[in-house]
């Protein structure tokens, strides 16, 4: 089993910049590929990024050069580096950990945390 504990939600304004953090237990977090998911109101779950357990990173469109995700394998955590922000980016947003060496499967996922941008 793994735990998934984010933080680092909270209230800003547009333009500005938010760390979520997302630290995990249960398993080595060096064989985990972690990624980051949003929910906003009224919406499904929606993919954000990805980082692999090398450290490799992928992005959805709507993040690419404002979001980046970065890990920690010491401190068992992986963050996410949102710049830029602006309303549209308001959601819950969810770390999710993938244990799975071949095809991603999220089997772990976090209680979320909120994120509001306002205009």
């Known amino acids: 089993q793994v735990q998934l504990v984010e933080s680092g939600g909270g209230l800003v304004q547009a333009g500005g910049s938010l760390r979520l953090s997302c630290a995990a237990s249960g398993r080595t977090f060096s064989s985990l590929a972690m990624a980051w998911f949003r929910q906003a109101p009224g919406k499904g779950r929606l993919f954000v990024g990805r980082?692999?357990?090398?450290?490799?990173?992928t992005y959805a469109d709507s993040v690419k050069g404002r979001f980046s995700i970065s890990r920690d394998n010491a401190k068992s955590t992986v963050y996410l580096q949102m710049n830029s922000l602006n309303p549209e980016d308001t959601a819950v947003y969810y770390c999710?950990?993938?244990?799975?060496?071949?095809?991603?499967?999220?089997?772990?996922w976090g209680q979320g945390t909120q994120v509001t941008v306002s205009s």
């Open positions: 999710a950990a993938d244990p799975s060496p071949t095809i991603p499967r999220y089997d772990y």
């Open positions: 980082i692999s357990r090398s450290g490799g990173t």
